[in-house]
């Protein structure tokens, strides 16, 4: 009986062993890619030319919309990401020969920080915008942010709820994601939103010029700094400070200020995408797995990354 038994486990064991080599073997998720801290502050100015955007990883953001894991014969643009206690910081850099950017004419943010949108699709005019969606590690919940060549910004906090949940089909969540335009990236005291561009120099040595297509541009390098509070970051890396010593202090104190967060070893998933107007192919974006429709829908497909505290 016993014997039986054993040849009948052996059995079924080689019929599951036949059907998963039938299976399409599943792609092992990519290792996260270092991202890395920042040795010393750094000025929002839009210039790529400090020590942490030399040190940085380059992402290629060369990835053609709907064609997976082909990239464009030519850049079309670059990111890198940075990191310190308080910020997430953006470099990129885009080589547009024909820059066009524009303006919502609303603004949005907090007192002080208030910021001009940028229009991503515009009837008859070519616009560019370059985007990035950042998650803090659930594919349901994460910020999607545009920027622009006349260093204007959108920040939309996207929500994607189950199919079977009722609000997935209302008119809370049209196409299925829940876009919350009206929320803004949110200062955390002195630590604030911050963004900056660089227009590259044509060949005349000239900047490159917005909205004027009498020129041939080369493009524009940015830097967009974001509060870790702002994008969503686990509370348990939080730290507070005493307002007046800056002193370590718990939660429960009252004068109390934001102190340094614990990021070290957080894996964040963020897709870069470039949108040229004049270009056949208008999206191109950072993903090698990403096959094409809403961003939104592929966060299982954008790269991941981990922060380091340096190479
Ligand atoms: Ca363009
Ligand atoms: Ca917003
Ligand atoms: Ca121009």
């Excluded at 189950?162 to 829940?178: A, E, F, K, L, Q």
Aim: charge should be negative; proline fraction near 7%; aromatic fraction near 10%.
């Amino acid at each position: 009986m016993r014997r039986t038994i054993c040849v009948l486990a052996a059995l079924a064991g080689l019929f599951l062993a036949a059907a998963r080599a039938g299976e399409p073997a599943k792609p092992e998720p990519s290792k996260p890619a270092p991202v890395f801290r920042l040795t010393g502050a750094i000025t929002i100015d839009g210039k790529l030319d400090k020590p942490c955007w030399k040190q940085a990883q380059q992402v290629r953001v060369d990835y053609i919309f709907g064609k997976i894991g082909e990239l464009s014969a030519e850049p079309r643009a670059v990111a890198k990401y940075a990191w310190d206690e308080h910020y997430l910081y953006i470099g990129y850099e885009t080589f547009d020969r024909n820059l066009v950017a524009i303006g919502t004419g609303e603004k949005q943010g907090p007192p002080g920080n208030r910021r001009e949108g940028c229009e991503i699709s515009v009837e008859g005019k070519k616009v560019d915008v370059v985007e990035f969606f950042i998650s803090l590690g659930d594919e349901s919940f994460f910020w999607e942010i545009h920027h622009n060549a006349a260093n204007q910004l959108n920040d939309i906090w996207c929500t994607i709820l189950p199919r079977d949940h009722p609000v997935y089909s209302s008119t809370m969540s049209t196409w299925g994601i829940h876009f919350a335009h009206q929320e803004y990236l949110q200062d955390e005291g002195a630590y604030t939103l911050a963004m900056a561009v660089q227009l590259k120099p044509k060949a005349d040595g000239k900047p490159s010029t917005v909205n004027d297509d009498s020129d041939v541009d080369t493009g524009y390098t940015a830097e967009i700094r974001i509060p870790w509070a702002a994008l969503g970051v686990p509370r348990d890396r939080q730290t507070w400070l005493d307002a007046d010593t800056g002193q370590p202090v718990n939660q429960n104190t009252k004068k109390r200020a934001p102190g340094p967060w614990k990021m070290e070893g957080l894996v964040l998933p963020i897709l870069a995408v470039v949108q040229d107007g004049d270009s056949k192919d208008r999206y191109h974006h950072s993903s090698p797995t990403f096959k094409g429709g809403w961003f939104h829908m592929g966060a299982a497909e954008w790269p991941r990354y981990v922060l380091t505290n340096g190479p």
